[in-house]
T-cell receptor, first 113, second 110 residues
């Protein structure tokens, strides 16, 4: 049973650049949520995708955008990168209507220089 | 007021002892509660979920929920060095997002 996968594992960018992170949900799951975790803090909710639509959004600027594909995989895009965007980006998958317990992928560690 | 607050660590316990972790939440309408374990440099791993008042046991872990007092706790019995990690409390309202506490770091001394 394949778990949640994310790519890449690590990424280094410079300020002002754009980045795309990818996530494939656990087999059988249809919902993908994205979180940002800064060092020493708990994950912060960015947004959730279901049926290829953004279903809920957290308190993040429009520079953060996403997409969900028909196979349920998802992308997170961040434009005009700031130093403060350096963090661990986590993807979590769940099955809507079944308790919606979220399972996390290994994360992508982004460093903005 | 933060949505989810956890007792500040770090928490150091001897091997074989009980580690007790506490979490309070602000929204009385919260429906689902989760404990995740996160090893240094890794992603959160689900330990337990709890939805109703009372205790829920799974191996050496016991989650306790008291909705009237708006707190949820996690007990780790017979603590092992492999339990050394940061434990994250997460709360879900009747919407879709998880709200996390900052985490409590536990160190089990051999």
């Amino acid at each position: 049973d394949a778990g949640v996968t994310q790519s890449p594992t690590h990424l280094i960018k410079t300020r002002g650049q754009q980045v795309t992170l990818r996530c494939s949900p656990k087999s059988g799951h249809d919902t993908v949520s994205w979180y940002q975790q800064a060092l020493g803090q708990g994950p912060q909710f960015i947004f959730q995708y279901y049926e290829e639509e953004e279903r809920q959004r957290g308190n993040f600027p429009d520079r953060f955008s996403g997409h969900q594909f028909p196979n349920y995989s998802s992308e997170l895009n961040v434009n005009a990168l700031l130093l403060g965007d350096s963090a661990l980006y986590l993807c979590a998958s769940s099955l809507t209507g079944q308790g919606e317990t979220q399972y996390f992928g290994p994360g992508t560690r982004l460093l903005v220089l | 007021q933060k949505e989810v607050e956890q007792n500040s660590g770090p928490l150091s316990v001897p091997e074989g002892a009980i580690a007790s972790l506490n979490c309070t939440y602000s929204d009385r309408g919260s429906q689902s509660f989760f404990w995740y374990r996160q090893y240094s440099g890794k992603s959160p791993e689900l330990i337990m979920s709890i939805y109703s008042n009372g205790d829920k046991e799974d191996g050496r872990f016991t989650a306790q929920l008291n909705k009237a007092s708006q707190y949820v706790s996690l007990l780790i019995r017979d603590s092992q060095p492999s339990d050394s990690a940061t434990y994250l409390c997460a709360v879900k309202l009747n919407d879709y997002k998880l709200s996390f506490g900052a985490g409590t770091t536990v160190t089990v001394r051999a």
